[in-house]
């Protein structure tokens, strides 16, 4: 994965799920130890959109980047409401 590369080359610490439940249940296990989140919008089993709902209810004031190759204009503006 690039960005895992990009990430790693920094020297911050990170942690990558291969899909959406996973990323909210790290989440939830243990809050404090996330500072922002990156998520594909197109994850299998729960997607971008629903997993920044599910954090959201818990940390309204975490920060919550969107990537994705292939959404654009409607789900791109439905993502940046929550």
Do not use: W
């Not at 994965?1 to 990430?7: F, G, K, N, P, T």
């Not at 911050?12 to 809050?31: R, T």
């Not at 818990?58 to 929550?82: C, D, E, P, Q, V």
Request: proline share 2%; aromatic share 10%.
């Amino acid at each position: 994965m690039a960005l895992e590369m990009v990430i790693g080359q920094t020297g911050l610490a990170s942690d990558i799920f291969c899909n959406g439940k996973k990323a909210v249940m790290a989440f939830i296990k243990n809050p404090k130890l996330y500072h922002i989140i990156l998520l594909d919008l197109n994850m299998p089993i729960m997607d971008g959109f629903t997993a920044a709902r599910h954090i959201r209810k818990r940390n309204k004031k975490i920060k919550i980047l969107a990537l994705s190759a292939g959404y654009l204009g409607l789900f791109t503006f439905n993502f940046l409401r929550l």
